[in-house]
């Protein structure tokens, strides 16, 4: 049976968020999900995995609060479960842009939906800004997309001031893997003076999943913050492996590489790589290859064929590469 992972977020005052956690955290252990749900004043944001009636009652219990009554979410599938673990956590943003003044629920950017992005992103007049981090945008953008080249969110707002002026810049396009930054992003635009800000409904991965690839502007694959690491057009899994040492995302031709040793190292890492660490690091796989062997030995033959030839990936220690924000 595949698993379900549903991404999704929602800005809306949420001053009880605190006393949120519980309830939801109960509710989702009942239903054995699996993900991460950040719950702040400013909303909620989440990327969880589990059945699909488990996924469709989580969302009963969430839309059951009138503030959540519309609360949407964009649904893949896994053959296996992307998560180890369920976490709710408790934070001040839902995505950390750390501008105070910025509230979404205020104001936002125009949304376009994908079967318009196209037209809006080849308008000559049109700056298309993509509002992720470096290592995101390495993987995959739309053709002509600029790259403000940050290594985390909290960066954008100082390029903003850097590069753009609303006196020279009529038109902006904006994307993001999800929407959720874009909300942030456009509202942050518009509070700086920018007129016309666009965002893409749903980010790339409703773009991936609804454009057909014979008319799809995207280049590459995308990076996504769950175990497939990454996805390509319809929402296939990609090719690129997770460094379980420093978090970077690691494509096919880097795989290759000396520097590169599964769960040890990779090509970003293995310059700063300590005799300490490796040593760590290697005894980590061994446990997990003894578990590995264990949980084989108890299950079928199907089964045990098709876990020897699906790809594992071991979720890193770097937490802005994994977790920048829940369903970013």
Same mark, same amino acid.
């Not at 968020?17 to 939801?24: G, I, M, S, V």
């Given at each position: 049976? #595949?698993?379900?992972?549903?991404?999704?977020?929602?800005?809306? /005052?949420?001053?009880d968020?605190?006393?949120?956690?519980?309830?939801?955290q109960?509710?989702?252990?009942?239903?054995?999900?699996?993900?991460?749900?950040l719950?702040? /004043?400013?909303g909620?944001?989440g990327?969880i995995?589990?059945?699909?009636?488990?996924?469709?009652?989580?969302?009963?219990?969430?839309?059951?609060? /009138?503030?959540?009554?519309d609360?949407?979410?964009?649904?893949?599938?896994?053959?296996?479960?992307?998560?180890?673990?369920?976490?709710?956590?408790l934070?001040?943003?839902?995505?950390?842009?750390?501008?105070?003044?910025?509230?979404?629920?205020?104001?936002?950017?125009?949304?376009?939906?994908?079967?318009?992005?196209?037209a809006?992103? +080849?308008?000559?007049?049109?700056?298309?800004?993509?509002?992720?981090?470096n290592?995101?945008?390495?993987?995959?953008?739309?053709?002509?997309?600029?790259?403000?080249?940050?290594?985390?969110?909290?960066?954008?707002?100082?390029?903003?001031?850097?590069?753009?002026?609303p +006196?020279?810049?009529?038109k902006?396009?904006?994307?993001?893997?999800?929407?959720?930054?874009c909300?942030?992003?456009?509202?942050?635009?518009?509070?700086?003076?920018?007129?016309?800000?666009?965002?893409l409904?749903? $980010?790339?991965?409703?773009?991936?999943?609804?454009v057909? #690839?014979?008319?799809?502007?995207?280049?590459g694959?995308c990076?996504?913050?769950?175990?497939?690491?990454a996805?390509?057009?319809?929402?296939?899994? $990609?090719?690129?492996?997770?460094?379980?040492?420093?978090?970077? /995302?690691?494509?096919?031709?880097?795989? +290759?590489?000396?520097?590169?040793?599964?769960?040890?190292?990779?090509?970003?890492?293995y310059?700063?790589? +300590?005799?300490?660490?490796?040593?760590?690091?290697?005894?980590?796989?061994?446990?997990?290859q003894?578990?590995?062997k264990r949980?084989?030995?108890?299950?079928? #033959?199907?089964?045990?064929?098709?876990?020897?030839?699906?790809?594992?990936?071991?979720l890193?220690d770097?937490?802005d590469?994994?977790?920048?924000?829940?369903?970013?």
């Open positions: 049976m #595949a698993t379900i992972i549903a991404t999704f977020y929602k800005f809306f /005052p949420q001053p968020f605190a006393e949120r956690r519980k309830p939801l109960t509710a989702c252990q009942k239903e054995k999900i699996k993900g991460t749900i719950l702040a /004043p400013e909620i944001n990327t995995a589990g059945s699909e009636a488990a996924i469709q009652r989580i969302f009963t219990f969430l839309r059951s609060d /009138p503030r959540c009554g609360l949407e979410y964009k649904e893949s599938k896994a053959e296996n479960p992307p998560f180890a673990r369920l976490k709710v956590r934070k001040k943003e839902i995505v950390t842009l750390g501008v105070e003044e910025i509230d979404p629920n205020q104001q936002v950017g125009t949304y376009v939906q994908p079967k318009d992005w196209n809006l992103i +080849t308008d000559p007049e049109v700056l298309v800004l993509d509002t992720r981090n290592y995101e945008v390495n993987i995959g953008s739309f053709k002509g997309a600029i790259n403000p080249q940050t290594h985390s969110f909290r960066e954008f707002p100082a390029y903003v001031d850097q590069h753009l002026a +006196t020279k810049h009529k902006i396009a904006l994307f993001c893997t999800g929407g959720i930054r909300e942030k992003a456009t509202s942050l635009m518009l509070n700086k003076g920018f007129q016309a800000v666009y965002h409904k749903g $980010g790339i991965l409703k773009y991936l999943a609804e057909p #690839a014979q008319e799809s502007l995207w280049e694959e990076f996504v913050f769950d175990e497939r690491i996805v390509k057009h319809g929402l296939e899994f $990609g090719t690129y492996q997770m460094c379980g040492s420093c978090g970077h /995302p690691v494509s096919p031709a880097e795989q +290759t590489s000396p520097k590169y040793q599964a769960g040890i190292s990779c090509p970003y890492c310059a700063n790589l +300590t005799e300490e660490k490796r040593k760590r690091r290697e005894e980590k796989q061994r446990q997990l003894l578990t590995a949980k084989l030995k108890n299950v079928s #033959a199907p089964e045990l064929a098709h876990q020897r030839s699906a790809p594992t990936h071991e890193p770097h937490p590469v994994f977790f920048d924000s829940a369903s970013e």
